[in-house]
């Protein structure tokens, strides 16, 4: 059954299904109703079901474009829920534009006998267009429809691992479990609600309360498992500052594993903000080496440290980098000191700042217990406990692992709306009369909110949003 909350589109779309640039092989894909005819304007034969047929792909006047496979899946037993046509040919760029060029040629083509198109119309997909036919003709709901773009996306190992979970349904099935239990005990209120006068024997005979709190733990649950898997997919944005030549472009190198900033003696080398994508256990950390903070009267290392603050100000975690070697001296410990304040004045709440004493290997003398972490940067020692502290800030839970789904923002929102309404139906719980009008009504909140993760009941603007941000040809 179509999905009933969007307008379902039925005429038949085309697209290359590929990433553009050279390849082995690409492939256009078509979505609609009557594929067929236009399978024998190409191949000049019937296709059978969902069975790969090799052959000449061929031009209007008959000329082979490619030698490629054609493969049919009838409705409903397609990607989309439609009739599909998919031609993999060989993946040059010209090639799949003649292909594509081709389809919609032979679609506007004119019988002269009757004076219409020989074949139905055929326009050029818009983004996420197969996607999105595929949610409204439920072959996936709203979460597994995004996790097939958080799966094309993913950064690392563990994030593609969570997204094909959720794309195989693992968030979906956690979330209809919850709302099924928001079902049965919804239920069981509005029949209360009929009989006053035995309200109080129903609620202790049918254990509401521990029905209600069982909900509550599972969603935390939910939850924490979606919040690690936002992780996987985001990452965190974590900004080196400090004076400069106290290692901050060499921290980076050494976190990267790779000479990605230029090093030297020379104070102020770094002008621009050098940036990397690392990985830890798999969670993505995008990591910004930024020039030194200090007073400076060259015009372009002062715009280098204005869009220093700049990337300070927006961070996730900002690691404040110290040099070890001159911690005992008074005017460049009176400038440290100075630059943690302005932190702390600019950060907004809640933003960790983590205090790390580089150069660890020449000190003279070891850093206290408690004053931050030491390292060196050139010889790696202490690389481990900053990568272990680092993820810590993140709020990543080791061993979570496999049981983490790709989650995004507006997920995260949704669990913590339903999260705030069931606490709101445990408090109208409490005391001698319980408020069951009140109890009802914060259960159906719950209920919508939850729902808007699968799109069970989703505004056509949301759809458009989500869909928009696709490649074309998925």
């Known amino acids: 059954?179509?999905?009933?909350?969007?307008?379902?589109?039925?005429?038949?779309?085309?697209?290359?299904?590929?990433?553009?640039?050279?390849?082995?092989?690409?492939i256009v894909r078509v979505s609609g109703a009557q594929v067929m005819p236009l399978a024998r304007a190409l191949t000049g034969r019937e296709l059978a079901p969902r069975l790969a047929t090799y052959g000449p792909l061929?031009?209007?006047?008959?000329?082979?474009?490619?030698?490629a496979l054609a493969l049919h899946f009838p409705a409903p037993h397609s990607y989309t829920g439609e009739d599909v046509l998919e031609l993999h040919a060989h993946g040059g760029p010209v090639v799949l534009q003649l292909l594509l060029a081709r389809c919609l040629q032979a679609a506007a083509e004119i019988d002269p006998a009757t004076g219409a198109p020989r074949l139905p119309?055929?326009?050029?997909?818009?983004?996420?267009?197969?996607?999105?036919?595929?949610?409204?003709?439920?072959?996936?709901?709203?979460?597994?429809?995004?996790?097939?773009?958080?799966?094309?996306?993913?950064?690392?190992?563990?994030?593609?691992r969570s997204a094909s979970r959720s794309l195989a349904g693992a968030f979906s099935q956690a979330v209809h479990a919850l709302t099924d239990g928001l079902i049965q005990l919804r239920l069981l209120i509005e029949a209360t609600l009929d009989f006053p006068e035995e309200e109080i024997d129903v609620l202790q005979a049918r254990d509401v309360r521990g029905q209600l709190s069982k909900l509550q733990h599972d969603l935390a649950d939910v939850q924490a498992r979606a919040r690690q898997g936002a992780l996987l997919r985001e990452g965190i944005k974590v900004v080196i500052a400090g004076q400069p030549n106290a290692g901050k472009s060499s921290l980076l190198n050494a976190l990267?594993?790779?000479?990605?900033?230029?090093?030297?003696?020379?104070?102020?080398?770094?002008?621009?903000?050098?940036?990397?994508?690392?990985?830890?256990?798999?969670?993505?950390?995008?990591?910004?080496?930024?020039?030194?903070?200090r007073e400076s009267r060259d015009e372009v290392e002062r715009?280098?440290?204005?869009?220093?603050?700049?990337?300070i100000e927006s961070a996730d975690a900002v690691l404040l980098l110290y040099d070890l070697t001159r911690r005992s001296e008074p005017s460049h410990a009176a400038e440290d000191a100075?630059?943690?304040?302005?932190?702390?004045?600019?950060?907004?709440?809640?933003?960790?700042?983590l205090h790390v004493w580089n150069k660890h290997d020449a000190a003279p003398d070891p850093l206290p217990l408690g004053e931050g972490i030491a390292l060196s940067a050139r010889t790696g020692a202490g690389l481990d406990a900053l990568r272990q502290r680092l993820l810590e800030l993140a709020g990543w839970q080791a061993g979570a692992g496999e049981g983490q789904f790709i989650a995004r923002e507006r997920h995260l929102q949704a669990l913590s709306r339903a999260a705030a309404h069931l606490n709101a139906a445990a408090a109208h719980l409490q005391?001698?009369?319980?408020?069951?009008?009140?109890?009802?009504?914060?259960?159906?909140?719950?209920?919508?909110?939850?729902?808007?993760?699968?799109?069970?009941?989703?505004?056509?603007?949301?759809?458009?949003?989500?869909?928009?941000?696709?490649?074309?040809?998925?």
């Open 58 to 67: 061929r031009d209007a006047d008959g000329s082979p474009i490619d030698h």
């Open 1 to 26: 059954m179509p999905h009933r909350f969007a307008v379902l589109r039925t005429d038949p779309i085309v697209a290359i299904a590929t990433a553009p640039g050279r390849g082995a092989v690409g």
């Open 303 to 311: 715009i280098g440290i204005e869009r220093a603050w700049q990337h």
């Open 431 to 474: 005391g001698a009369a319980p408020l069951l009008d009140l109890l009802a009504e914060e259960l159906r909140l719950a209920q919508s909110s939850l729902s808007e993760i699968t799109g069970a009941f989703s505004a056509d603007d949301l759809l458009g949003a989500i869909f928009s941000r696709f490649c074309i040809g998925k």
């Open 338 to 353: 100075r630059i943690a304040t302005e932190l702390a004045e600019r950060l907004p709440p809640g933003v960790p700042v």
């Open 121 to 160: 119309r055929l326009r050029l997909a818009r983004p996420g267009e197969f996607t999105e036919r595929a949610f409204l003709n439920d072959k996936l709901d709203l979460a597994q429809a995004e996790a097939v773009m958080d799966l094309i996306d993913a950064s690392t190992e563990a994030a593609a």
């Open 256 to 293: 990267a594993g790779a000479e990605l900033a230029i090093v030297t003696p020379v104070a102020g080398t770094t002008r621009d903000v050098v940036r990397e994508t690392i990985q830890i256990q798999g969670v993505p950390l995008h990591v910004l080496d930024t020039a030194g903070l």
